[in-house]
């Protein structure tokens, strides 16, 4: 038998959209107070208030500028963004569900093949779908469309034929980005990202890859599957003791 043969074969027919809410909680929040568009808007609990403890459950971008992210501890982002430009707003998540309800309706209305990821991010396989529509890029060109102008929002999507490119096809022109990952230019999309910009490798991860000399994807193509499954698969299993 052809050990080729015994690989895992991506299916290059399926259409699989990945929409992500570009800083939804943040978008939400100046949806609802314009006031806060132009400050660095930080989803959390003043530390300032709170004894110095909490963490950023999200930030826009202005906030992101000054190296904002969500998982900082909330004090940090007071000693990185101006005083006069910082606002902290706590977290209302009947909000964000309500808000997150209406765009998951949007996309049952394409398909009833929606893998729900988060409040804001979710895989639509529209290989077949409700609309008849043969182009998965116009299908998330309108549902991107929908959202802004129903809610007020801006979202980011990747179009591909699996689940991992087309996720980091939405990620790839944040904000309001439109991604689309073709077969063929899959290679050389992979290439030319970073390894932290591959969904799943973590900051371990990362770290023991660059140790082996891998920074981007070109440099991973280069490495032979069994030295990496090698030295990963040992990984699991100290991992697993």
Do not use: W
């Not at 808000?99 to 949007?106: C, D």
């Amino acid at each position: 038998m052809n050990k080729q043969n015994l690989l895992p074969q991506n299916d290059i027919h399926r259409r699989i959209i990945h929409l992500d809410m570009d800083a939804f909680y943040a978008s939400v929040e100046t949806q609802r107070n314009p006031e806060l568009k132009n400050k660095a808007l930080v989803i959390g609990q003043d530390p300032r208030n709170n004894g110095g403890h909490g963490v950023v459950a999200t930030c826009n971008y202005v906030a992101r500028k000054y190296g904002v992210h969500s998982a900082m501890p909330a004090i940090k982002a007071v000693k990185l963004i101006p005083k006069s430009e910082l606002v902290f707003v706590r977290p209302d998540f009947k909000k964000y569900r309500s808000v997150s309800a209406k765009i998951h309706s949007f996309m049952h209305e394409i398909t009833d093949k929606v893998e729900s990821i988060a409040l804001d991010e979710a895989y639509l396989d529209v290989t077949h779908n409700k609309l008849g529509q043969n182009l998965a890029v116009q299908l998330a060109i309108g549902l991107q469309r929908r959202i802004r102008t129903e809610l007020g929002l801006n979202s980011s999507f990747g179009v591909s034929y699996n689940k991992f490119l087309a996720k980091m096809g939405s990620e790839y022109a944040k904000p309001f980005g439109r991604t689309v990952i073709l077969p063929y230019e899959a290679k050389q999309f992979l290439g030319m990202q970073k390894i932290e910009k591959f969904p799943g490798v973590g900051p371990k991860t990362q770290e023991q890859l660059h140790e082996m000399g891998i920074y981007t994807g070109a440099d991973l193509q280069k490495v032979a599957d069994f030295v990496l499954i090698k030295k990963f698969a040992n990984c699991n299993n100290k991992l697993n003791t």
